[in-house]
């Protein structure tokens, strides 16, 4: 079975870092693209991050760019979402996703995404 599990979220103040995992299984982890989502109350679904297998290439939604910085570890079936300079804005519940058998995740929208993990939230108050 195809499982996808987030960790690491939590309540910060603005200007603080947060490190999401998401440990995956059930696929070939190493040849497919992985993504994170989230979602707010009143939001769109938003893409925050894309690492696309086959070349190591990373997408950034713009209101994340310069501050969010997606990896994965292949040995471990993890992909990791580092955050760094929370914002109010950055609250939501975080998702990794993704297509699997595929590599293009990156380059399709989230309506295309087959598995999400469970989520888990992430709240930025002071």
């Known amino acids: 079975d195809v499982r996808l599990v987030e960790s690491g979220g939590g309540m910060v103040q603005p200007g603080e870092s947060l490190r999401l995992s998401c440990v995956a299984s059930g696929f070939a982890f190493s040849r497919t693209a992985m993504s994170w989502v989230r979602k707010a109350p009143g939001k769109e679904d938003e893409a925050v991050a894309c690492?696309?297998?086959?070349?190591?290439?990373?997408y950034y939604a713009n209101a994340v760019k310069g501050r969010f910085t997606i990896s994965r570890d292949n040995t471990q079936n993890t992909a990791y979402l580092r955050m760094n300079q929370l914002t109010l804005e950055d609250t939501a519940v975080y998702y990794c996703?993704?297509?699997?058998?595929?590599?293009?995740?990156?380059?399709?929208?989230?309506?295309?995404?087959?598995?999400w993990g469970q989520g888990t939230q992430v709240t930025v108050s002071s």
């Open positions: 690492h696309r297998s086959t070349d190591g290439r990373t």
């Open positions: 996703s993704t297509i699997i058998q595929s590599d293009d995740a990156c380059e399709r929208g989230t309506t295309s995404y087959d598995y």
